[in-house]
């Protein structure tokens, strides 16, 4: 808990399948008021493993603010600073078919390709985030899944703590853990990466 009693953080470091931190504090994103619960699973995963599922409505809103970045007269390009699941949004291609309807109408889904996004969604994922979009994650509420650097993260709003959700939360995190292992074990197998431009955008963000 921190002194002014406004969050807290646990460690996890020998939680499977990977060290999890959780903190529940001040928001660190623009596009969620107030407080909000974040997480992060080392996973050791390829670092070009870029994958997201956000909100739809969330996913809206931030192409909306991407969109005005770009023709906004005093700028030529998303400043480095932008976090990542932004500028993914102009950067990697969307998954446009999905399994379960209710997963398509709530939530958005990216990726490096298309193949890795929809095989990191597919299964078990998919149908945690449609039993999720019922209780933990209402539409409308704001939440970013994203695989990166080689570790799973999730975040989203959470005026108060709840214990009951934290914990439904992070079912939600480990499925996508293990989700995120499977499609790294085909990679490493061999598949080729794809070309993309998130190299250039790695090497130009700052420490």
């Known amino acids: 808990m921190t002194r002014d009693g406004q969050g807290f953080m646990v460690e996890q470091p020998k939680a499977l399948p990977g060290p999890l931190r959780i903190e529940w504090g001040a928001s660190q994103r623009s596009y969620i008021t107030g407080h909000e619960l974040r997480m992060r699973c080392e996973m050791k995963l390829q670092g070009d493993l ?64 298309k193949d890795l996004a929809d095989a990191w969604l597919e299964g078990e994922l998919s149908e945690l985030l449609a039993q999720s979009s019922q209780d933990v994650l209402p539409e409308g509420q704001p939440v970013v899944l994203m695989t990166m650097r080689g570790n799973v993260y999730l975040r989203t709003a959470m005026p108060v703590p709840d214990m009951a959700k934290i914990q439904s939360l992070v079912r939600l995190l480990e499925c996508a853990c293990r989700e995120a292992q499977r499609v790294n074990a085909k990679l490493s197998e061999g598949s080729p990466w794809p070309t993309t431009t998130s190299v250039a955008w790695q090497s130009s963000r700052p420490e």
């Open 50 to 113: 870029q994958l997201l599922v956000l909100g739809r409505d969330l996913m809206e809103t931030l192409e909306k603010a991407v969109f005005e970045a770009y023709t906004d007269t005093l700028k030529t390009r998303v400043d480095t600073d932008t976090p990542e699941e932004m500028r993914w949004l102009v950067m990697f291609p969307k998954l446009t078919q999905f399994s379960s309807k209710l997963v398509r109408q709530r939530f958005g889904v990216l990726g490096v390709t």
